[in-house]
């Protein structure tokens, strides 16, 4: 399931550790990186390479939120639609993503290009609208910035 | 000393514990939801809040530990509103759908809000929704109810040690879900359900058929499935078993169970139980009186010995029967039949097994206590899955592994596989060179003490004499490397008195008794203590009642004149001093015609053992076969009378656990059967022996005369969890005598098995336990489809994959199942449960008897594998 280079930056990952339970999360992103998302057979096998029961694995990786449950498109748009960005405009960008991409909340472009989730607080509060691209950070969005922003990410 | 006050009241206590814990000691009750006596403290439901002087803030009592001065008050009007707004975002997901709850009555949330609780709630959104999860056949979902106190996750993670289920996402919109997300696919204990305060998870057996409240009785007895003995409650209404809930902290089990011991008991109300005595005519088994078959067997019995002599009569005692049950079953044979043909599946490895470590280290070697497990300083397992064969006895090992206990597992032990420290799998049937290196390395390194050698005699000599073997060439005969049995080694040679848990697999080896004596060798070395794995309620008891070829009751050679004098001077009669036939020596002496009778309580030995036609044959060849039962096994199909019995949940008497603990049955319901003890009583009545028996208990009465073992016991003592091993009669201490016992020479230690052929071995089944499980439609609903284990470099071999259908042949038969595959099996092995009729192991598998020790070999079956079928094929048929 795991390719092997993953499984030896997983083992990699366990020798630094007293306990394999503490090497879940480090583990579990590079996972991520390498697949975009976590599907249950990967959750699966990183809890036999880890030594750790799958479903404690599952619990982890549902409970945090930067881990991803479903196929994502190749850059991942985290916007915050939070009181501060919700006053400064978030919501008019969603529609423009919505518009322009046909990008809605929890979905994919159909050319797999983006992913849209919509946050809960990114902690950009004083220069809202602010959203991460993949993992860049962008703030005081207009929706003329976010065009020029995306353009950058094919 | 600390003082604390809780409430105005002054308590001293010894060392710090929870204020929770401390106010139960004083009396004082304080309202909990995620606490549980079981599991560790958790802290997260906050209804257990205390008031406590000098802090400013409310406190958790389920966490928070006593200080000296402490001032604690439980009810003030700041904690009851506390519990109130907890029981209040409590409510705001909870469906409050008590009507239509199977938990309303003994529900902790119900009873905490009737208590503490707003009436009304305030708040107005929508509530989390799940729909009710019925992917499991007896546990039923409903996420809607949980209250998130984890307590089945915990009970799951850190005492079944499965970790089949977790919390799921977070905050509100977190539930509990096992992996798939759908089916649990986990080990069925069902202790997850014992501890949801909540109608969240709930057994599905009983859905919507009960109310707490009409329970009538509860009834306090032992489980009828596996040899440790848990104790169980039976919750009766009218006359049946509503359901089985263990005891919370009481018995052995301490309020654990397995699939077995809480969902298996329907079959006690299965449709197809026998309710009438049967008797053969015209080649059909009819309906008789009880009378009339009585007369029928009595009058058969007393033709077949007076013309072919006592010896032609063999009798089967069953480990599902009561020691008094049992104890009358070898009376009859000894002194009535005058026959010494008694044995029983003890036969099979556990009676073999507790004989040959009797016999070197003295009676009651094996009897040591479950718990001891988790407090030895090592544990080494081989020869069978503790986990499947006596699960509650398996959490012992894997609560040891937590405690950082060092486990050494020998052999295949899917259940053990995340708490072995050293995990050594041999290919297969080659145990003895591997055991044989342990003994050669540890013989140079554990120096032999004096005072040992006198309490073991002359095993020293034994050890001496066994050849050395070395790592590398144990190594090639098992296929392990050097090195792992060299760290297996190192973490032996550390324990002091490490627990030795030995399995069946290990005896039924052409090897058997090497390995018995190899095994003898490592116990005396590490001073281990020995627990037998029992596949069978009352193993133990059919060798304490004498139920063995060669034993009287209370395990008193019949060879030895004294022992054989005093039994018969009680009875008036002379029993022979030649062992009688073991149960295996039974089937072949029945197919020479040798046994022309065969009397069977309650053992399915057609079922039972291997080479089910082979059996068949044998069995249609003698004149007589009596079959006491509760159902219509393959056996009773074949008899010419059958009298049904009575199930466990119908009768009374007490059981002998592995750890030779005794325990009481009790009835709860009612039955159309007969008592075990009370049909063979009759017989012999009319045989001119009278058994003027009323109950069990005066049975026991006479047990307590007859064997010195049990010398005073009182039927009426017998309560709660019982009590172990020496009771208060005479045990043998000494080892017997190691006359006899071979040495084995270096070519039988180094055996190796031939790479290129496939054999067939028995897997050991965690959901199966014979005629009992295939007779409660709970246990056969979780795994009903017949399979065989085969390891991953086989499967990849012959292309087969999970699922795919195989064809098995043998010699003795061939059946056609479903392929599991297993990537820590050894190649040339394929595993497979005996528990489905036709498609089972015994339709293969071939039998030899072990001339030394007189149990089954196994290891003897070659079998061939063609993949028929692929899986995708199967599902578009
Ligand atoms: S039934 Fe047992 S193994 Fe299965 S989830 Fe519940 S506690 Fe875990
Ligand atoms: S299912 Fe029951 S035991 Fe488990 S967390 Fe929910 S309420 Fe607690
Ligand atoms: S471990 Fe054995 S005695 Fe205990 S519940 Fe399971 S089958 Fe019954
Ligand atoms: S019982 Fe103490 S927090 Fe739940």
Known sequence: MLNERVVIEINRIKSKYHDAQSSLLPALYVVQREYGWLSPDAVAAVGDVLNVPRTTVKGVATFYSMFRHKPMGRHLIQLCTNVACMIMGAERLVDILKTRYGLEPNSTTDDGRFSLVVMECIGACATAPAMLVDTDFYDNLTEERIADILENYK | ?877
Request: net charge neutral.
């Open chain 2, 1 to 877: 000393m600390i003082t604390v006050t809780i409430n105005g009241k002054k308590i001293q206590l010894e060392k710090p514990v929870t204020i929770l814990k401390a106010a139960s000691m004083a009396g004082i009750k304080i309202p909990t939801l995620c606490h549980h006596e079981a599991l560790e403290s958790y802290g997260g439901c906050r209804l257990c809040l205390v008031e406590i002087e000098k802090m400013p803030r409310l406190q958790t009592s389920c966490t928070q530990y006593v200080a000296d001065g402490m001032v604690v008050w439980t009810e003030t009007e700041r904690v009851v509103e506390a519990r109130k707004a907890m029981l209040e975002f409590l409510l705001i997901n909870h469906p409050l759908d008590c009507p239509y709850c199977d938990k309303a009555g003994e529900c902790e949330l119900q009873d905490l809000v009737v208590k503490y609780g707003p009436s009304t709630g305030r708040f107005a959104e929508g509530k989390r929704t799940h729909p009710e999860s019925y992917d499991d056949p007896i546990i039923v979902r409903n996420m809607d109810r949980c209250i998130l106190c984890a307590r089945c996750v915990r009970m799951c993670d850190k005492v079944q040690c499965a970790s089949d289920i977790s919390i799921t996402n977070r905050s509100s919109k977190s539930f509990v879900e096992p992996f798939s997300g759908g089916r649990y696919n986990c080990e069925y204990c069902g202790n997850c359900l014992t501890v949801c305060p909540v109608g969240a998870i709930m057994s599905r057996m009983h859905k919507h058929a009960y109310r707490p409240w009409l329970i009538e009785k509860e009834v306090d007895t032992v489980c009828s499935f596996c040899g440790v003995g848990c104790s169980v409650v039976l919750q009766v209404r009218g006359n049946s078993i509503v359901r089985a809930v263990p005891k919370t902290g009481k018995g052995l089990n301490k309020g654990l169970l397995c699939n077995r011991g809480r969902f298996g008991y329907d079959y006690v109300s299965s449709p197809v139980r026998l309710d009438s005595p049967l008797i053969r005519r015209d080649g059909k088994l009819q309906r008789a009186t009880w009378s009339e078959a009585f007369i029928y067997i009595a009058g058969e019995l007393k033709r077949i010995k007076e013309t072919y002599g006592g010896s032609s009569i063999a009798g089967i005692a069953s480990g599902r029967c009561t020691n008094e049950d049992n104890y009358v079953f070898q009376k009859f044979m000894r002194v009535v039949l005058g026959s010494n043909n008694i044995d029983s599946a003890a036969g099979f490895a556990y009676a073999p097994a507790q004989k040959f470590f009797e016999r070197i280290f003295g009676q009651g070697v094996t009897a040591n206590s479950i718990h001891g497990i988790s407090n030895s300083d090592g544990i080494l397992v081989i020869g069978g899955d503790p986990t499947s064969v006596n699960p509650v006895l398996g959490l012992q090992i894997r609560s040891a592994h937590q405690k950082n206990i060092p486990v050494v597992t020998i052999g295949y032990m899917p259940g053990l596989k995340r708490f072995a420290t050293n995990r050594l799998i041999p290919s297969p049937f080659a145990e003895t060179a591997l055991l044989a290196a342990l003994v050669s390395e540890l013989k140079s390194k554990r120096r032999l003490s004096d005072e040992k050698a006198a309490f073991a005699r002359d095993i020293n000599t034994i050890i001496e004499n066994i050849p050395p073997v070395s790592l590398n060439e144990a190594g090639d005969v098992c296929r392990i490397s050097p090195s792992d049995i060299n760290n297996t080694v190192d973490a032996i040679s550390n324990m002091t008195n490490p627990s030795i848990i030995i399995g069946r697999d290990i005896l039924q080896r052409s090897e058997g008794h090497t390995n018995l004596l190899l095994l003898a060798a490592l116990i005396y070395l590490l001073n281990g203590r020995i627990y037998l794995l029992s596949e069978l309620p009352n193993e133990q008891g059919l060798v304490d009642m004498g139920c063995l070829p060669d034993m009287l009751p209370g395990v008193r050679p019949l060879a030895v004149d004294s022992f054989r004098r005093r039994y018969d001077e009680f009875f008036g009669v002379e029993v022979a001093s030649e062992p009688g036939m073991s149960i295996v020596e039974m089937i072949d002496g029945a197919n020479s015609n040798k046994i022309k009778a065969l009397y069977v309580m309650c053992e399915d030995i057609v079922f039972n053992i291997p080479n089910s036609r082979y059996v068949k044959e044998a069995l249609s060849k003698s004149e007589l076969l009596v079959v006491q039962d509760i159902f219509m096994t393959e056996t009773a199909q074949l008899a010419d009378v059958v009298l049904p019995s009575l199930s466990w949940a119908e009768k009374e008497g007490s059981y002998t656990n592995l750890e030779r603990r005794m325990q009481m049955l009790k009835k709860a319901v009612d039955g159309k059967g007969m008592e075990d003890w009370q049909a063979i009583a009759e017989i012999s009545r009319m045989l001119g022996f009278d058994m003027n028996y009323r109950s069990p208990k005066d049975v026991m009465a006479e047990i307590a005369r007859v064997s010195p073992l049990h010398k005073d016991i009182a039927y009426d003592d017998i309560v709660g969890d019982g009590f172990m091993w020496p009771y208060k009669g005479e045990p043998l201490r000494h080892g017997m005598s190691i006359e006899g016992i071979d040495i084995p020479d270096a070519k039988s230690l180094l055996k190796i098995s031939d790479n290129d052929k496939i054999y067939a071995g028995m897997e050991n089944p965690l959901f199966y336990s014979e005629n009992l499980s295939r007779n409660s439609s709970a246990l056969s609903s979780i795994s009903p489809e017949p399979y065989a284990r085969i390891g991953k470099a086989l499967a990849t071999k012959l292309s087969i994959i999970d699922g795919d259908y195989v064809n098995i042949s043998a010699d003795a038969g061939s059946i056609e199942l479903s392929a599991r595959v297993d990537s820590d099996l050894p190649e040339n092995i394929v595993l497979i449960p005996n528990n489905f009729g036709d498609k089972g192991i015994f339709n293969v598998m071939n039998w030899k008897i072990n001339p030394v020790i007189k149990s089954f070999v196994l290891d003897c079956t070659e079998v061939v594998i063609k993949k028929i079928k692929s899986a995708a094929e199967e599902v578009l048929a």
